[in-house]
């Protein structure tokens, strides 16, 4: 059994601090979180991965969505790759985007979708 930190101060008992310290999420765990909202916390960003949470899209379609140029998109959709927030696919000559079918892209969906008060389209 690891041994608890000694803590400063006790707020809690011994087998509620334990609790709290076993469900700590890893180091690991908590990069992947912090590196996706780094890269949700810059509003173009956000708003091209809401777009692709709803539809899946080429970088002139999704630079015409979000008023922006194709290479300020595809520079966004690199950072957003790198942080496994969205998945591309070769479709002829077209490279095309959606969200990444994972669990921390789908509740980051939801999150935002909360927080914003925006409704997904039906």
């Known amino acids: 059994m690891e041994r608890m930190p000694d803590l400063p101060h006790s707020h809690n008992d011994t087998d509620t601090q334990r609790h709290i310290l076993d469900a700590m999420p890893s180091e690991?765990?908590?990069e992947v979180v912090s590196e996706a909202l780094r890269q949700l916390g810059d509003p173009s960003r956000l708003r091209i991965f809401w777009l692709l949470c709803h539809t899946e899209e080429c970088v002139a379609d999704i630079a015409a969505c979000v008023g922006m140029s194709s290479p300020a998109v595809s520079h966004h959709l690199r950072l957003?790759?790198?942080a496994e927030l969205v998945v591309s696919r070769r479709a002829g000559k077209e490279?095309?985007?959606r969200a990444a079918d994972t669990e921390l892209a789908?509740?980051?969906h939801h999150i935002i979708e909360r927080i914003a008060e925006i409704s997904c389209p039906a």
């Open 28 to 30: 690991e765990a908590i």
């Open 80 to 82: 957003l790759k790198s």
């Open 95 to 97: 490279m095309l985007y």
């Open 106 to 108: 789908g509740e980051l």
